[in-house]
């Protein structure tokens, strides 16, 4: 599952070294990523409990009286497969609607945007799947390097390269609050593993030094980095911009996978979230304003796909919104159903510009 989306770029490299001029980078990655999600659909299928599987050793650092480990290791548990299922299977899907959409490219940029795909596939698989917080940051710093590589796709663009700087820098805050929780969360618990975090807590047995501000700061930073990703107030401007990238980039990075990742974050990391009275209910708030503002801001638009760019900005909101009331269930089945619908209305999206010659006022 890991393995197939670095597969596909590296024989999308190829592609790009012996200047192939037909549709081989999409064949290579539709049956690639179709690849990846038989084998979730198969580890779903034999799924019985959560479990640790063990890729490679990657950062282990030990000195007197300390540790720092992070292996390059999967998590597999309900949470990794629910997501998995719909960035795989989804990504499968807009990758074969991509192979003609952006039929008119080949032989320009044809095999770089399948590259791009490739990338942001290995980078969300990593930050998924991922047993403990340092490949998360791995997958989260990939994910947003994608999004500019294919926000930027169409570099002779002026606005596009705008909306691709944007992107990047306004992402760079959040990313700081996530580097900046990982670093507390090592200090104060010793591991940055999700099981060993959590055994830590139930034990209660982490450093309460510093005056214990730091068990307060770590729910909101790792906010920051959530609110950051997934566009919610005041972080959320990046996310219109984005619409300059290619209709699939839209529909993949920007209502079904990427986006999400920040809710993911905050479900994956909930326990952290008890530790402070107020962080859920800032999460709550946070969410429905964000609900409420974009989608009056999206009610004012023209641009087709900038309207889809504010309806995903309000319906992450109401993710948000689930997860501060305090039922991550509820919130990851709307990722879920959400996921699938807005990758439909932006496939739709553009296949009324292609019908329309461009034309994206709704007017």
């Known amino acids: 599952i890991v393995w197939m989306p670095l597969v596909s770029l590296v024989l999308c490299g190829i592609c790009a070294a012996c200047k192939v001029k037909s549709k081989a980078p999409a064949i290579i990655t539709v049956i690639c990523l179709g690849t990846s999600f038989l084998l979730t659909l198969m580890l779903w299928n034999g ?50 609607y991509a192979s003609e959409y952006m039929e008119h490219d080949v032989g320009k940029g044809y095999t770089r945007f399948f590259a791009g795909v490739s990338v942001f596939l290995f980078a969300m698989t990593c930050l998924v799947m991922g047993d403990n917080l340092l490949m998360l940051y791995l997958g989260w ?22 909306a691709a700087k944007k992107a990047f820098i306004v992402n760079r805050i959040g990313d700081v609050g996530l580097a900046l929780a990982i670093y507390l969360i090592w200090s104060t618990f010793g591991t940055v593993q999700y099981d ?42 990046w996310l219109p911009d984005a619409m300059e990238g290619p209709t699939p980039v839209s529909a993949l990075i920007h209502a079904a996978t990427m986006v999400t990742a920040g809710v993911y974050l905050i479900i994956r990391t909930y326990p952290l979230f008890m530790l402070d009275d107020y962080a859920l209910p800032t999460v709550a708030w946070v969410g429905g304003l964000t609900a409420l503002l974009a989608a009056t801001i999206g009610m004012a638009q023209y641009d087709i796909k900038r309207i889809m760019a504010y309806s995903t900005i309000s319906q992450l909101g109401y993710m948000f919104l689930g997860l501060g009331v305090v039922t991550s269930y509820g919130a990851a089945y709307h990722v879920f159903t959400h996921a699938f619908f807005k990758a ?20």
């Not at 720092?68 to 309900?78: I, K, R």
């Not at 997934?230 to 972080?235: D, E, G």
């Not at 009324?352 to 709704?362: K, N, R, T, V």
């Open 47 to 96: 799924y019985t409990q959560p479990e640790t599987i063990l890729l490679f050793d990657w950062l282990q650092i030990h000195w007197d009286g300390g540790s720092f480990v992070a292996n390059f290791a999967l998590y597999v548990d309900s949470l990794t497969l629910l997501w998995m299922l719909f960035v795989t299977g989804l990504g499968t899907l807009i990758a074969v």
């Open 141 to 162: 710093e990939g994910v947003g390097f994608a999004s500019y590589w294919l926000i930027g796709y169409f570099y002779q663009k002026p606005s596009a390269v705008a």
């Open 196 to 237: 060993e975090i959590t055994t830590v807590l139930n034990s209660e047995t982490y450093d309460a030094s510093f005056g214990g501000w730091t068990v307060h700061a770590i729910p909101y930073l790792l906010m920051l980095a959530a609110f950051g990703k997934s566009a919610q107030l005041p972080l959320y401007v």
């Open 344 to 363: 439909v209305l932006f496939l739709t999206c553009g296949a009324i510009m292609h019908g329309f010659a461009g034309q994206i006022d709704l007017r």
